[in-house]
């Protein structure tokens, strides 16, 4: 009997062993907790999370809770919708392998809950020793990235012990502080730090000094896809479940180089994986294939961080467009100081197709307000490579813990800006400006008061999304993206200008409404991706199709561009340009809404084998159309408009394949009757740009008449303005078009869909009207009226070789031939007397652009 005892006694250990095993994550492992939550159940992208109870220490100090509003920018309800509030210090406990670094993720939805005020909400939490948070107010955070959750991520050290203590403890400062979480992961990872980093920037007796990230734990601030799209937590190698945002947001001007894809395979060695995605090595940004434009920039990013701490830069390479040593090397500098003098990727990694990563250590003190991490690439032009350029594949930024453990950095702030906005949204309820002053000083250093004065914001904040519904907000990187306060306070609402005469011809719409459009700004709704932002297609008015262009919320030139279309389109009307229907400016959005272009984009009909093969006569008649839309903008206007990005990208086609040009963020109004030329910073796209506004900074509408010549050369060859992936002498497609045309050879470029279906003498006089449109001097080139003639002559040739006009083109007018045309004519001179862009007398008048630097605002050639 006792034996038998003592053999149950034994089992219901061994079960009670096996439970607790099974509870926990083993080596390798992962474990997803929506906290306060029940049931637990399956996030979006079908992870499932499970209830966070039975991991912790001593629950009776806790309470659950559900959200009572749902932000429409969460990604799921699990793990946001339900919550865990913390009244005293209390713990989890985790059973881990102590030799593993562990990834932890904090997910924060700092929403409205029932009997309890967020903003009230301040408290720490310790991981295993090490600070994470301290005094953290996440709704104090959201407000000031505007952003509806937050998410933290960490990288812990091997500590060696076996278990894991995650302990989250509210203030002392205040009276009524608790803590709260909303869901909770833990990751093993393999090993994937080095010891032995050299830190950047450190002279004289310190210089040579070493860091050891192995020992190290980590806040994650950046991780980039440099160059390519998101990589969602899904799509993340070895199961790491991290995201890879896209690196537009942070590059410094528009000098944003050029972005290419791989089409050769990468190759996955050992860490590669671990390390980062193959869909990171695939894609890359580099400076582009002019020499003299990249000597004259760095390719440049730049990032927020806390200042006071030690940061780990880790930069992904992978050369898979040269194959030799010397072919490309460049300069890296961190914080304008040396980090890598001669880089050479192939030689670093070993060959082509091979990933490979440099880490630099660099520290962020707080002098002069020292908060950020700048990321320069220069061609090294001493060793005198081959190619003169840089490239970057991926891009992390992580921070290092202090000597006592510390990661923990202040609450953001909320910037003057902001705040000064929501007083003018909300005059009756906004607090008065030094009360204002106190909050801000109470987020940077814990003012007794600020949980009060916080709370008020937070329902003014909240009254005013009822009134307009339901924002998205952009979501930063573990809330460090996105994070200067003056770019997003700039494009806060009203910081744009719009005349009353632009807005009363369009119209507003409300964020809801695009949001409801949209349907939430998702991913598969978007069509297009651009310097701009993303463009998405939509339905308004219960069955109206539209494409909605979201402004990018670091763009510098963001504003500028999306006040520049609204002005310039509200007053543009014409068949043949793409026409504007309203424009959305709400809290941190800039959305503009356009007629729906069924057919896309020239360039896709052009280079994509899924779209349809465009005819001769198709093209010709595309490029008749675009031709007529720029015809319109320099003659159609009491002063001359310069489109100033004309590319294949900006030439739309409608269901019924009539071309429209679009985009005019960059368009600027001519010189006048007195004038040959407005002086003007250089703005445009690689491939594209006119060499003689590149030079003298002096535009005319010859600058539009080169690029079009291009966009001529790529609908007779079918290939890209510029790809960095031919031979150095066919990079750009303008020059070696021009060198084969020169040389009668330019039949051996010519899209071979056409090769013996096209009369020669078209493609001939084709080939000429693109040759003079490329002129080195823009006095030599054809005005757009001579071009569309040229090409309406064209046309002819081809449709009746026998009836073609061999007339010169008539100077300053043009003879129309049927209806449309005279339609067209009468709509011109209608504008000429009645448009008021650009006339002495327009109390709206937009001012010139400031003075800025040469090559601020050349845009990348992919598209705006």
Request: a negative charge.
């Amino acid at each position: 009997m006792h034996s038998n005892s003592g053999l149950v006694v034994f089992y219901v250990q061994l079960c009670i062993v096996f439970s607790i095993i099974h509870a926990q994550p083993g080596p390798g492992q992962k474990i997803f907790l929506s906290c306060g939550d029940q049931k637990g159940g399956n996030d979006a992208d079908g992870r499932k999370w499970e209830p966070d109870a039975k991991y912790l220490v001593n629950s009776d100090k806790t309470v659950e809770t559900k959200a009572e509003t749902k932000d429409s920018s969460l990604p799921s309800d699990i793990p946001y919708m339900t919550a865990r509030i913390f009244n005293a210090e209390t713990s989890y406990k985790f059973s881990v392998n102590g030799s593993s670094r562990i990834f932890l993720r904090l997910h924060f939805y700092p929403s409205s809950y029932p009997n309890v005020n967020i903003s009230n909400s301040y408290f720490s939490v310790n991981a295993g020793g090490v600070t994470l948070l301290n005094n953290f107010s996440a709704a104090t955070t959201a407000m000031a990235l505007s952003q509806a959750y937050i998410i933290k991520e960490y990288a812990l050290a091997p500590s060696n012990k076996n278990d894991l203590s995650l302990t989250f403890k509210p203030s002392d400062k205040y009276s009524g502080t608790f803590a709260f979480l909303n869901g909770i992961e833990v990751i093993e990872t393999p090993e994937m730090f080095d010891d032995n980093i050299e830190m950047v920037g450190v002279s004289g007796e310190d210089s040579g000094v070493m860091v050891s990230a192995t020992t190290a734990s980590m806040e994650t601030m950046y991780r980039l896809n440099v160059g390519g799209q998101f990589v969602p937590p899904t799509n993340d190698s070895a199961g790491l479940m991290r995201s890879w945002y896209d690196d537009s947001a942070y590059i410094f001007g528009a000098s944003s180089g050029v972005t290419n894809k791989a089409n050769t395979t990468i190759k996955d060695s050992g860490l590669t994986g671990v390390l980062a995605p193959l869909d990171v090595y695939n894609t890359a940004r580099s400076m582009g294939p002019d020499p003299n434009i990249n000597k004259n920039y760095n390719l440049t990013w730049v990032f927020e961080v806390d200042a006071n701490f030690t940061y780990l830069v880790r930069l992904h390479f992978c050369d898979y467009l040269y194959q030799k040593v010397n072919q490309r090397v460049f300069t890296i500098y961190i914080n304008n100081q040396t980090a890598a003098d001669t880089l050479d990727i192939i030689a670093l990694a070993g060959g082509m197709d091979q990933p490979v990563k440099k880490d630099y250590v660099v520290n962020v003190n707080g002098k002069q307000d020292n908060k950020e991490i700048w990321v320069a690439l220069h061609p090294n032009v001493n060793v005198k490579p081959e190619f003169y350029d840089a490239a970057l594949n991926g891009l992390e930024i992580f921070k290092l813990g202090d000597a006592k453990s510390n990661l923990a950095g202040p609450n953001p702030e909320i910037s003057d800006l902001m705040l000064k906005q929501m007083e003018l949204n909300n005059k009756k309820f906004a607090p008065e400006k030094s009360y204002i002053g106190a909050i801000v000083g109470g987020a940077a250093g814990g003012a007794a008061a600020f949980g009060i004065a916080a709370a008020i914001i937070f329902i003014v904040n909240k009254r005013n999304k009822k009134q307009h519904g339901d924002s998205v907000s952009w979501l930063p990187l573990y809330g460090h993206s996105h994070t200067s306060a003056t770019t997003v306070s700039g494009k806060s609402n009203g910081s744009t200008n719009i005349s009353s005469d632009a807005a009363a011809n369009c119209r507003f719409f409300s964020l809801a409404e695009i949001l409801q459009a949209t349907k939430n700004f998702d991913e598969s709704h978007v069509i297009g991706v651009g310097g701009f932002g993303k463009v998405y297609r939509g339905v308004i008015d219960g069955d109206t199709k539209v494409a909605i262009k979201r402004s990018n919320p670091s763009s510098e030139q963001g504003v500028n561009e999306f006040q520049t279309e609204i002005e310039m389109l509200s007053k543009l009307r014409h068949r043949h340009l793409v026409s504007l229907i309203g424009f959305c400016e709400e809290g941190n959005e800039m959305a503009l809404v356009y007629d729906y272009m069924g057919k896309g984009t020239l360039r896709e009909h052009l280079y994509n084998k899924n779209k349809v093969t465009l005819t001769w006569k198709q093209r010709l008649e595309i490029c008749i159309g675009a031709a007529r839309g720029l015809h319109y903008l320099h003659t159609g206007a009491k002063y001359t408009i310069i489109h100033r990005d004309v590319k294949t990208t900006n030439i739309l086609l409608d269901d019924k394949w009539v071309a429209k040009v679009s985009d005019f963020g960059l368009s600027k109004t001519g010189p006048n009757m007195n004038q040959s030329h407005v002086s003007t910073v250089v703005k445009g796209s690689f491939g594209y740009l006119d060499p003689e506004y590149f030079r003298r900074q002096q535009l005319t509408e010859k600058s539009d008449v080169y690029s079009f010549g291009v966009v001529l050369f790529e609908v007779l060859c079918a290939r890209p303005a510029l790809n960095p992936s031919l031979p150095k002498e066919q990079v750009s497609l303008a020059d070696y078009a021009m060198h084969c045309q020169r040389k009668g050879t330019l039949d051996e470029i010519i899209d071979p869909q056409l090769k013996g279906k096209v009369n020669p003498e078209c493609i001939k006089k084709f080939a000429e009207l693109a040759e003079k449109c490329l002129a080195d001097h823009g006095t030599d080139r054809p005005s757009m009226g001579d071009v569309l003639w040229n090409l309406e002559s064209v046309l002819q040739l081809e449709s009746d070789p026998t009836s073609v006009n061999h007339s010169p083109a008539p100077s300053g007018s043009i003879e129309y031939d049927n209806a449309e045309q005279i339609n067209q004519a009468k709509l011109m001179a209608m504008h000429r007397n009645t448009l008021s862009l650009g006339s002495d007398h327009d109390e709206n008048e937009q001012s010139e652009d400031k003075p800025d630097e040469i090559f601020s605002q050349i845009v990348n050639q992919k598209g705006r």
